[in-house]
């Protein structure tokens, strides 16, 4: 069973215990600048900030899909 097939057996919850990491490159300084400034400012840890981005980001993208339709 690969990943993928694993990953479907599993309850949300279960998921979101696992907490899968996923690495990336940060290809400009000044955004690393602001992920350290907001993390003081809001006391989250970067992992947090992080998932709050994306979850934006992502609602973002399927706002412009539904608008487009």
Same mark, same amino acid.
């Given at each position: 069973?690969?990943?993928?097939?694993? #990953?479907?057996?599993?309850?949300?919850?279960?998921?979101? #215990? #696992?907490?899968?990491?996923?690495? *990336?490159?940060?290809?400009? *300084?000044?955004?690393?600048?602001?992920?350290? =400034?907001?993390?003081?400012? *809001?006391?989250?840890?970067?992992?947090?900030?992080?998932?709050?981005?994306?979850?934006?980001?992502?609602?973002?993208?399927?706002?412009? =899909?539904?608008? #487009?339709?």
């Amino acid at each position: 069973m690969d990943e993928y097939d694993f #990953r479907k057996t599993l309850t949300k919850d279960e998921l979101e #215990r #696992r907490a899968f990491i996923v690495p *990336f490159k940060v290809t400009d *300084f000044s955004v690393l600048e602001k992920l350290n =400034h907001y993390s003081v400012e *809001f006391g989250k840890n970067w992992d947090e900030l992080i998932n709050v981005a994306i979850e934006k980001f992502l609602d973002d993208i399927e706002l412009v =899909h539904s608008l #487009r339709l």
